[in-house]
């Protein structure tokens, strides 16, 4: 089991950026694919990004291109760099991380949830 701390939201106006970060302990990162996502309200938890232990990236079509998964394993932190920002990226980010292979954006994949940080932007 890793434990998962988020940090770094926040409120921001249209096409403001605003980068997350997810702190893991109590094991190695570098063992886990970790990954993003997001729920609005009244809405169902939704793939954001994912970084797998084999270094590859994936993301969500609505953030390609403005959004960047990294991980630094030596200091054991996932980031979420999140540019040109709109009003409907608007929810509470969560950081979460699985060993298992297979599909990175599914969330039930997810064995190990942060407690999630709040995204707000403003039109």
């Known amino acids: 089991q890793v434990q998962l701390v988020e940090s770094g939201g926040g409120l921001t106006q249209a096409g403001g950026s605003l980068r997350l970060s997810c702190a893991a302990s109590g094991r190695t990162l570098s063992s886990y694919t970790m990954g993003w996502f997001r729920q609005a309200p009244g809405k169902e938890r939704e793939f954001v990004a994912a970084f797998t232990r084999s270094g590859s990236t994936a993301y969500a079509d609505s953030v390609k291109g403005r959004f960047t998964i990294s991980r630094d394993d030596a200091k054991s932190t996932v980031y979420l760099q999140m540019n040109s920002l709109k009003p409907e990226d608007t929810a509470v980010y969560y950081c979460?991380?699985?060993?298992?292979?297979?599909?990175?954006?599914?969330?039930?994949?997810?064995?190990?949830w942060g407690q999630g940080t709040q995204v707000t932007v403003s039109s």
């Open positions: 979460a991380a699985k060993r298992a292979v297979g599909s990175v954006t599914i969330f039930r994949a997810y064995g190990d």
